[in-house]
């Protein structure tokens, strides 16, 4: 195995090991909730990452995006990648694959990138016109702030941050991405 491919191996098992068996909301708070419906036709293509928590698995990455396809089996096919420790930095990339928890609402997913273990991906608030995304876990110990766009307006940022401090989050933990 090369060396490269090794780096990806470790890479994925180190992100779906942290999300495996999290799924307990923190006592103090209310269970996390979602948005009432996502498209996922919409939801697919391209997002940026604006802000996250820190993870293991994402330590020293700049430059983050996912890409979200409709697979022939229906799943979603998961796409990540970053630039390590700098804008010029290697690329780092993942390719995994996402099924839909709760069919009502969409909202609900999980997503694997190392089989059997699979991660709750919870889309915790949406633009109407889908622009940005916020996904969360039901533990609070995961964040992502997506938008289409490298970039997402200051206000409209502050705006999802008041939210997610409603929803329990404690955002000092919050990293906000430097555009390149």
Not at 16 to 36: E, H, K
Not at 56 to 75: I, P, S
Not at 100 to 128: Q, R, S
């Amino acid at each position: 195995m090369t060396a490269g491919r090794k780096n990806l191996v470790a890479f994925a098992l180190v992100a779906i090991s942290s999300l495996f068996g999290c799924a307990q909301p923190a006592q103090d708070r209310p269970p996390l909730n979602t948005v009432p419906h996502v498209d996922l036709q919409r939801y697919l293509g391209t997002w940026y990452e604006i802000a996250r928590f820190p993870h293991r698995f994402q330590a020293g990455c700049v430059e983050t995006m996912a890409v979200y396809t409709l697979r022939d089996d229906g799943l979603i096919g998961v796409h990540n990648e970053c630039r390590k420790g700098s804008v010029d930095g290697p690329l780092k990339a993942v390719d995994g694959r996402a099924r839909v928890i709760d069919k009502h609402t969409n909202a609900k997913l999980e997503v694997c990138f190392f089989w059997p273990f699979w991660g709750d991906y919870w889309v915790i608030d949406l633009d109407p016109d889908y622009h940005w995304a916020v996904v969360g876990h039901p533990s609070r110990k995961y964040l992502w702030i997506l938008c289409r766009e490298k970039t997402l307006d200051a206000a409209v940022l502050s705006g999802i941050m008041q939210r997610l401090e409603q929803q329990g989050y404690d955002l000092s933990k919050l990293m906000i991405a430097k555009p390149g």
